[in-house]
């Protein structure tokens, strides 16, 4: 099928303990997709090879879950893959490719007002 992978996985692992009159959680995710082609001849330039991308997380929470704090890497083993490929060889002799986003980390901070 056009843009879709024949098959793909996902998939997480997280923690959660006590600590410090809260908890801390680590976390751990993936996403793995098959060969998929972006235009409907399945033109070998078209071809997305089988990836998959990991991210991490470590996140506290204060007591009563009020609030937290997050700690995060995105695609941390900087999987490079399409997401978009347009073939306009015959015109304009290229091939238009967007990538996905590179390994890229934050903190993220949350307080619920309930």
Do not use: K
Request: hydrophobic letters at 40%; aromatic letters at 22%; charged letters at 15%.
């Amino acid at each position: 099928m056009t843009l879709a992978p024949e098959f793909s996985l996902n998939g997480v692992a997280r923690y959660e303990w006590p600590a410090f009159s809260g908890y801390l959680a680590g976390q751990l995710d993936f996403n793995w997709q098959d060969e998929t082609y972006f235009d409907i001849q399945n033109h070998p330039v078209s071809a997305q090879d089988s990836y998959s991308v990991w991210n991490a997380r470590l996140s506290y929470s204060g007591a009563g879950d009020r609030w937290s704090v997050t700690a995060f890497v995105n695609n941390l083993f900087e999987e490079e893959y399409r997401i978009y490929s347009f073939d306009v060889t015959n015109l304009f002799g290229f091939n238009q490719v967007a990538y996905g986003r590179p390994r890229w980390a934050g903190v993220s901070f949350r307080y619920n007002l309930n």
